[in-house]
């Protein structure tokens, strides 16, 4: 393809939008804002950890190359400018040369090159850099990252989420980065707020960095996150005033109590990129879910109308496979188990279950991720019901914290679990990590499935590569086809996410990223 220059007009005011409605004022300077998660933090470098628990904080703490506004356009960020290659083989970052890390040594290409081979060797998301062969630095404020074949993806991994570019005079010191004592401690960054304090299970500090590389940003002085245990304690504290803003909301009852309070503001914008799916995964390779006879009837004793209109309350959309269907690559022509309980009995008297004298067939545990009550907990808890009508006795296991369910997962310790992962801007990036029989892994949020199929492997390989839209639309309409008819999982529904902000907060983070960019524009109004 020709070579594209893309170079936008500097400052990135207009990475987020203000509210609608919003008294007509001028962006005031100063204000701590609190905002409230419902994922525990275990650490800030996003380089080599994901989930919104590390995403989030890490996205204030570290600046990435570009940023995204909320038509998925490109926009600077520490690179003021970049070019791709005719052959789509390379991307030249030119680099601010105003900027420094919170210990105010400069940035340099040294450090983005250091950054990015970083995240492709340690990220979980193995997919997202893998086409880079390595990232040359002719001078201290230009980068060339050289790609084995074409990257459709390479654009949407820079953004803030994904691609923080450290300190390599700190990471760069030969200890190993995924565990490294300054993911947590004494973090120096590269973003608009540098973290002062950190009390895990509780709350962190970040305050402004005042030698930030765009001029007279961020607006507020400090933003504290708090983890909250659960969403009611959320919405008190909203009442109260003490908490501003919290995204990745979607405690259905208490988004309709929110709704009809006037000092606050819902919204389902800024989670475009995000691209959230909820399933219900197998364990493939432990029986008897390695029959796809028992996947199939657990499939057809799932009411996922019930889910969306009573669990949801019609905040939700039924899932129709691995790609949200607000992707490009989507389509609706995939196979649907639906709900019928004798479909599912019939299947499981075939897999050789029968029902014992006191009706049971089978019991299994079923695990699911912490932080998330409606998208996650609430449809475990069904599970236990709605498998019992088809002879399954369920064990619904609550997980202690992240961690706990991480290591079950990792470790492949889980028999069915409720489940959700975000497709991050494109489906090489979040969605082929759950599919790719390369990526089964001991982490979690890797094909924790266990699922293989070597045409599945190489549809994603040819997308992977894939420039033209609709030769790679066609890959991934295949990919959804086959993958759905082998329901190595049930996708239930599209995650309901919404912010929830007190109409003080202004400029809300409404890109395609949402909060999981710096909100280096909010401000809060008197």
């Given amino acids: 393809m020709r070579a594209r220059v893309i170079a936008m007009v500097a400052g990135v005011a207009a990475v987020a939008a203000q509210v609608a409605g919003a008294a007509a004022q001028e962006p005031k300077r100063g204000g701590t804002l609190v905002m409230g998660q419902s994922s525990a933090t275990t650490h800030f470098n996003n380089a080599v950890g994901s989930g919104v628990g590390i995403m989030l904080p890490g996205a204030h703490v570290f600046a990435s190359p570009l940023m995204h506004d909320d038509k998925w356009n490109p926009v600077p960020y520490l690179a003021e400018k970049w070019e791709v290659s005719a052959d789509a083989l390379s991307v030249t970052l030119h680099l601010r040369k105003n900027a420094v890390f919170h210990d105010g040594k400069p940035i340099t290409s040294e450090d983005v090159a250091f950054s990015i081979l970083t995240i492709r060797d340690n990220h979980p998301f193995n997919t997202m850099l893998r086409p880079v062969e390595g990232v040359d630095t002719p001078d201290a404020y230009t980068a060339i990252i050289r790609l084995k074949h074409p990257h459709p993806a390479i654009i949407y991994a820079m953004g803030p989420p994904l691609m923080p570019i450290l300190p390599k005079h700190i990471y760069g010191d030969g200890k190993p980065v995924r565990t490294h004592p300054r993911n947590n401690s004494d973090v120096v960054g590269s973003g608009p707020f540098k973290l002062v304090s950190f009390k895990a299970g509780d709350q962190t500090v970040l305050e402004r960095f005042d030698q930030f590389f765009l001029p007279g940003k961020p607006l507020l002085d400090r933003i ?21 803003i919290q995204p990745f909301f979607n405690r259905v009852l208490e988004l309709e109590r929110a709704k009809a309070n006037p000092s606050l503001t ?111 907990k609430r449809i475990a808890e069904y599970m236990k019901p709605a498998l019992k009508r088809v002879g399954i006795e369920v064990e619904v296991r609550t997980p202690a914290d992240f961690a706990t369910f991480a290591r079950r997962m990792s470790s492949k310790d889980f028999d069915i679990s409720m489940d959700a992962a975000f497709a991050w801007g494109d489906p090489v990036i979040g969605v082929h990590r759950t599919y790719l029989s390369t ?56 995650l309901p996410y919404h912010t929830i902000a007190s109409t003080r907060v202004r400029n809300l983070p409404t890109t395609i990223w949402g909060a999981a960019s710096p909100m280096i524009d909010v401000w809060l109004a008197d």
């Fill in 439 to 494: 990526n089964i892994r001991p982490l979690v949020f890797t094909n924790n499935a266990q699922y293989e199929n070597p045409k599945v492997d190489k549809l994603l390989a040819d997308a992977e590569r894939e420039v033209d839209p609709a030769k790679r639309k066609a890959l991934y309409v295949e990919f959804q086809k086959i993958v759905t008819a082998d329901v190595p999982l049930v996708w239930l529904t599209e």
């Fill in 266 to 376: 819902i919204t389902p914008r800024g989670y475009e990129a995000i691209g959230g799916i909820n399933w219900l995964l197998f364990n493939n390779k432990k029986k008897p879910f390695d029959d796809i006879r028992v996947r199939q009837a657990i499939a057809h004793a799932i009411d996922r109308d019930f889910i969306v209109k009573a669990l949801h309350k019609g905040l939700s959309r039924k899932a129709a496979g691995p790609i949200h269907s607000g992707f490009p690559q989507y389509t609706p022509d995939t196979t649907q188990h639906a709900f019928d309980l004798k479909k599912a009995e019939a299947l499981l008297d075939a897999a050789g279950l029968p029902k014992g004298p006191d009706g049971i067939r089978l019991r299994i545990t079923c695990d699911y991720y912490p932080g998330d009550e409606d998208g996650q």
């Fill in 224 to 244: 504290i996150i708090k983890l909250y245990a659960d969403s009611q304690t959320s919405l008190l504290e909203f009442e109260a005033g003490r908490l501003h």
